[in-house]
């Protein structure tokens, strides 16, 4: 009897444990156009027209103007609301709104500028830790160009020498680390930045690099099934063997890769 009973607890515990956590799902923009079909699949996976999206442009130099105009962008969608955060530096008052804001969205998306503004802001480790928490439960996080690169952990902080392939040259700092094992470029083929993100590779060859253009997105589902979408392509490189040998792919619109498997 007492075997049984602790069984069923664990049985219960277990169950609980999965109830805690939700679908992981990632929509991460190279910068430029954000691609339709992307951002249509965002407000569905945050509750389609029960959606509460939170727009987050701390990286912005100009926030007002990029929430206006991701507001156009996913505003297109059927959704219940769509909501500016509360902008940066956060003061007591102005922290409080945000985590009130974090906690009722059901949908995250980060603005482009410069990703150090949005760890600047995340130096709060509570701030960050609830952000982290919010993803692993389920909620849909997105980023554009700078909220690309901070999904990211470690987060490429934009300095590098892009003559070079050496990974000690490309900056680097803490980032929201939401897809484990992975480093995120954007603008990637258009600004030509193969030598920072192989050089990176190359010096940390558990990670994944996944480069992706302007135009262009990549879905995420279970930090596993990823499918590209949009206008151009998306370059995928890990280490086989070492820092010494790698495997490269380059796949297009509706084109899928298993983060897992690393292969397409």
Do not use: C
């Amino acid at each position: 009897m007492k075997r049984n009973t602790l069984f069923l607890a664990f049985l219960l515990l277990h169950i609980f444990a999965l109830a805690s956590f939700g679908q992981q799902r990632l929509f991460v923009v190279g910068g430029g156009s954000r691609p339709v079909d992307g951002m249509k699949k965002f407000v569905e996976w945050s509750g389609g027209p029960n959606a509460k999206l939170l727009m987050i442009t701390w990286a912005s130099g100009v926030p007002e103007e990029s929430f206006e105009a991701l507001k156009k962008g996913f505003g297109q969608f059927p959704h219940k609301s769509l909501e500016h955060a509360a902008m940066r530096p956060l003061d007591a008052e102005k922290r409080a709104k945000f985590v009130e804001q974090l906690k009722s969205a059901t949908g995250v998306f980060f603005s482009g500028g410069d990703q150090n503004r949005i760890m600047d802001v995340l130096a709060d480790e509570e701030l960050l830790k609830l952000i982290r928490e919010k993803y692993v439960k389920g909620t849909p996080f997105g980023g554009t160009s700078a909220g690309a690169a901070v999904i990211s952990d470690p987060m490429m902080t934009g300095d590098a020498d892009l003559k070079i392939i050496d990974g000690s040259k490309v900056g680097v700092r803490k980032g929201l680390g939401l897809l484990p094992n992975v480093i995120f470029d954007q603008h990637f083929l258009v600004r030509q930045r193969h030598n920072r993100l192989l050089g990176l590779v190359m010096q940390n060859p558990k990670m994944l690099g996944i480069g992706i253009d302007e135009d262009t997105a990549v879905l995420v589902e279970d930090n596993r099934k990823l499918t590209v979408v949009g206008a151009t392509k998306v370059l995928f490189v890990h280490s086989t063997r070492s820092n010494k040998e790698f495997a490269m792919a380059i796949l297009g619109p509706n084109e899928t890769f298993d983060l897992k498997k690393r292969k397409p």
